[in-house]
C-alpha cells in the first residue's frame, strides 16, 4: 500500500498484510488478511496517528517519505498499546527522537514494559486538546474498547473520528474505503470482527457510542486501524455496533456439536430439523470441523444455541471444551443455550458443558437430551421435539 490522501493534508500511510490468516494467539482465521493503518497529518505539526506491526516498519516509513521525510515528524499519537500498532513507534522514533508520544496513562504504562523506551510522553485524558496548526486534536478515553489504555482521536476541523480497533475490520483491500469494496463482504469482516474480539465488552460499547453521542459532535469520516475507511456511509457501522452492543438477535438458533462416532452428529441433524419445523432459521456446525471464528460470528445474531457431544471419560469431547471455553468468555447474555449428547456405558458430556457455562450469562436450559448409543426412530423423533421445544415453539 502507497501513502493515499484521505482528505487535504491527511493521509493514509498504513500497509496491507495479505498473507496473515491467524490473529490474537490463533483464535481468530482471518480469510481475507488484515490491514495496520497508520494516518499522517500535515500541518504546523506533522502528526502520525498510530503505526503498524513491527516487521511493516519499513514499509509504514517508505509510505510516509512519499508525503514528508519521517525525521520532521513533531507528534505521534498512541491511540493503542498492542503490537499491531505499536510495533514500528521505536524505529519512528529513532528517525524522530524529539517526536512527543501521546496518550492515556494506561498507553504510557503499556508502551514502557513493551518497549522500555525513554520517550517524552504526554499523558491526556478526555476532552485534552492538541492544537497543530489550522488543526486540532481531541481525546476520548475508550478503557475496554478493547484494552484498558485504549483511546479516540478527533479531529473536529475534518469531522474525522480515529477509533483504532473499533469500527475495524480484519480486510486487506486496495479499495481504501466503505464505498470502493463489496459491501456483503465488509460487513461480513465487521461482523466477524465485533463478534470475536468486541462481543463482550457490549455494555462498554454502548456506554461509550452514547457518550460520545451526547457529545454531539460531527462524524463524516471513520479511520479506524484495521480494514476500510468509514467515509461514505458511518453511520452504517455505528448503527450496527449499537445493535450488537443491545444484543438484538435474528431469529436464528446455532448448533454446535462434536461426535465421536456419528451417534451426536444424527441426534444433531434432527434438532436441527425440529428447529427448522418450528420456523426458526437454524445453522449446523461440527465443531471439529468448523472453523470457530466463523461460528462465533454466526452466533452473535442468534437468539439461543444448542450444544452437544458425545461423552468421552465422563466429560464432553476436547474440541467442544475448547470452544466452550471462549463461548464462557463471550458472556452472551439473553441467550437460552440447551444441551444433548450421546453416550456409551456412563454420561457425563452434558453436565460438564452445562457447568462450562454457568458463568457465561446466558439463560441454561437444565433439562437436556441424552441417549446411549445410537440413537433409535423414537428416540430421534425425541430429538426432533427437542429442538422445537429449544426454538419456543
Not at 286 to 314: C, P, Q
Not at 336 to 350: E, H, L, Q, T, V
Request: proline share 4%; with cysteine.
Amino acid at each position: 500500500m502507497a501513502a493515499v490522501q484521505i482528505l487535504p493534508g491527511i493521509y493514509s500511510v498504513g500497509v496491507a498484510d495479505w498473507n496473515v490468516r491467524n490473529f490474537h494467539g490463533h483464535t481468530y482465521t482471518t480469510l481475507r488478511g488484515t490491514t495496520y493503518n497508520s494516518y499522517l497529518i500535515i500541518d504546523e505539526k506533522i502528526t502520525l496517528i498510530d503505526t503498524v506491526l513491527g516487521p511493516f516498519a519499513k514499509e509504514l516509513i517508505e509510505n510516509i517519505r512519499e508525503v514528508i521525510e519521517p525525521e520532521k515528524i513533531d507528534y505521534i499519537i498512541a491511540n493503542h498499546v498492542e503490537t499491531d500498532h505499536s510495533g514500528a513507534l521505536p524505529e519512528i522514533i529513532r528517525l524522530c527522537p524529539k517526536a512527543k508520544v501521546f496518550g492515556t496513562a494506561k498507553c504510557k504504562e503499556g508502551l514502557y514494559k513493551h518497549y522500555y523506551g525513554d520517550w517524552e510522553f504526554q499523558v491526556v485524558k478526555t476532552g485534552d486538546k492538541l492544537e497543530l496548526g489550522k488543526r486540532s486534536l481531541s481525546f476520548i478515553e475508550a478503557p475496554m474498547i478493547h484494552w484498558p489504555d485504549s483511546m479516540f482521536t478527533y479531529c473536529p476541523q475534518e469531522a474525522l473520528l480515529l477509533p483504532n480497533d473499533a469500527f475495524g475490520q480484519h480486510f486487506a483491500s486496495l479499495g481504501l474505503f466503505d464505498d470502493r469494496v463489496e459491501q456483503c463482504a465488509l460487513m461480513d469482516e465487521a461482523k466477524k470482527y465485533y463478534a470475536n474480539i468486541l462481543w463482550p465488552l457490549g455494555p462498554v460499547i454502548l456506554r461509550k457510542i452514547q457518550e460520545v453521542q451526547k457529545l454531539n459532535i460531527p462524524i463524516k469520516i471513520i479511520a479506524p486501524s484495521h480494514g476500510v475507511i468509514w467515509r461514505k456511509e458511518p453511520e452504517k457501522i455505528i448503527s450496527s455496533y449499537l445493535s450488537w452492543a443491545k444484543g438484538e438477535v435474528e431469529n436464528k438458533m446455532v448448533i454446535v456439536y462434536e461426535t465421536m462416532w456419528g451417534a451426536t452428529d444424527k441426534m444433531a441433524r434432527q434438532i436441527a430439523e425440529g428447529i427448522k419445523a418450528a420456523g426458526v432459521d437454524v445453522r449446523l456446525y461440527d465443531i471439529a470441523k468448523s472453523d470457530r471464528t466463523e461460528v462465533i460470528t454466526e452466533m452473535l445474531s442468534a437468539k439461543g444455541f444448542v450444544f452437544g457431544s458425545s461423552t468421552h471419560d465422563n466429560d464432553m469431547l476436547p474440541n467442544m471444551a475448547a470452544f466452550l471455553e471462549i463461548v464462557k468468555g463471550l458472556k452472551p447474555t439473553g441467550r437460552k443455550i440447551s444441551f444433548f449428547g450421546s453416550y456409551g456405558w456412563a454420561g457425563g458430556a452434558i453436565k460438564e458443558m452445562q457447568e462450562r457455562l454457568i458463568s457465561s450469562g446466558a439463560e441454561l436450559v437444565k433439562e437436556g437430551l441424552s441417549f446411549k448409543y445410537v440413537p433409535n426412530e423414537a428416540e430421534l423423533e425425541d430429538c426432533f421435539n427437542f429442538g422445537k421445544k429449544s426454538a419456543g415453539s
